[in-house]
Nanobody
């Protein structure tokens, strides 16, 4: 059993920065794919970014490429999402998710159905 817990959300002005954290308990993240998704008001949950823990490969949605950076800390079993140059449209609940199958990237990895474990979400609100 894996539990993931997000933290770091909050209210920030457009152009500002936040760093989200995703901490795991129950198992280490070794050989997993860890992803961030978000769900804005009235919208479907969408892929934001992911990291394959085994080799550190990273993936980003076009909408956040160049503004967001995902990283992992093995010692802390934690994944971070550094969000810079935030825009109003980044407002959403951000979820961390873990795919515990052997950690290779799949075409399905862009979709929520690929992930076994989810955190409770953390709210990010960007104001003008």
């Amino acid at each position: 059993q894996v539990q993931v817990v997000e933290s770091g959300g909050g209210l920030v002005q457009a152009g500002g920065s936040l760093r989200l954290s995703c901490a795991a308990s129950g198992r280490t993240f070794s050989n997993y794919v860890i992803a961030w998704f978000r769900q804005g008001p009235g919208k479907e949950r969408e892929f934001v970014s992911a990291i394959t823990w085994s080799d550190g490969s990273t993936y980003y949605a076009d909408s956040v490429q160049g503004r967001f950076t995902i990283s992992g800390d093995n010692a802390k079993n934690t994944v971070y999402l550094q969000m810079n140059s935030l825009k109003l449209e980044d407002t959403a609940i951000y979820y961390c998710a873990a795919d515990i199958r052997p950690g290779i990237w799949r075409s399905s990895s862009y979709f929520p159905r690929a992930y076994d474990y989810w955190g409770q979400g953390t709210q990010v609100t960007v104001s003008s």
